[in-house]
T-cell receptor, first 111, second 112 residues
Framework: EDQVTQSPEALRLQEGESSSLNCSYT??????LFWYRQDPGKGPEFLFT???AGEEKEKERLKATLTKKESFLHITAPKPEDSATYLC????????????FGTGTRLLVSP | ETGVTQSPTHLIKTRGQQVTLRCSSQ?????VSWYQQALGQGPQFIFQ???????GRGNFPPRFSGLQFPNYSSELNVNALELDDSALYLC???????????FGQGTRLTVV
């Protein structure tokens, strides 16, 4: 069964304190790995899609990387506005566009 | 803003009632997926519509049904509501190449 596990469940950082979030996955034939940011009560906001091991993508203070078993979301010098839940999802093989999500990492960045 | 809009934003229903949620997809996107997100959990795939046909379904009972219209907008219908149906319902739209899936702001459904 396709599975996504995110760690840690929650992370508290001081402003400027860099860290990484982990997403490990079990899926046969990964079509894509997605990262989203979600603010309380809102829909997920698309960040990145990664397709193959070794691929990296960056956006402002965020950088996502992918290996054959896991993905990391690196946050460099975070600011309080980066506080949110970060969701990882995989797209298994098949003819449709189902995403399998992890439970997310709740990030709190204190000033 | 993603261009994916959902309505209503909140609603409260009584157990046993029926509900219809609506989604307008982003311009140029012909595929709409629906997800259920319980509090503290990741979204769970309900089903997907492509060219007005359901072409993928998750582990949800038949009382969860949907429609897609020629303009690619979509509805999610839930019959015989149960307390456990209380959740944030999310709609996502994507284009033919599926490199990105954009979500709406969600509908918060409370069943009492």
């Amino acid at each position: 069964e396709d599975q996504v596990t995110q760690s840690p469940e929650a992370l508290r950082l001081q402003e400027g304190e860099s860290s990484s979030l982990n997403c490990s996955y079990t899926v046969s034939g990964l079509r894509g790995l997605f990262w989203y940011r979600q603010d309380p009560g809102k829909g997920p906001e698309f960040l990145f899609t990664l397709y193959s091991a070794g691929e990296e993508k960056e956006k402002e203070r965020l950088k996502a990387t992918l290996t054959k078993k896991e993905s990391f979301l690196h946050i460099t010098a975070p600011k309080p506005e980066d506080s949110a839940t970060y969701l990882c999802a995989v797209q298994p093989p098949g003819g449709f566009q189902k995403l399998v999500f992890g439970t997310g990492t709740r990030l709190l960045v204190s000033p | 803003e993603t261009g994916v809009t959902q309505s209503p934003t909140h609603l409260i229903k009584t157990r046993g009632q029926q509900v219809t949620l609506r989604c307008s997809s982003q311009s140029g996107h012909n595929t709409v997926s629906w997800y259920q997100q319980a509090l503290g959990q990741g979204p769970q795939f309900i089903f997907q519509y492509y060219r007005e046909e359901e072409n993928g379904r998750g582990n949800f009972p038949p009382r969860f049904s949907g429609l897609q219209f020629p303009n690619y907008s979509s509805e999610l219908n839930v019959n015989a509501l149960e307390l456990d149906d209380s959740a944030l319902y999310l709609c996502a739209s994507s284009g033919p190449s599926v490199t990105e899936a954009f979500f709406g702001q969600g509908t918060r459904l409370t069943v009492v």
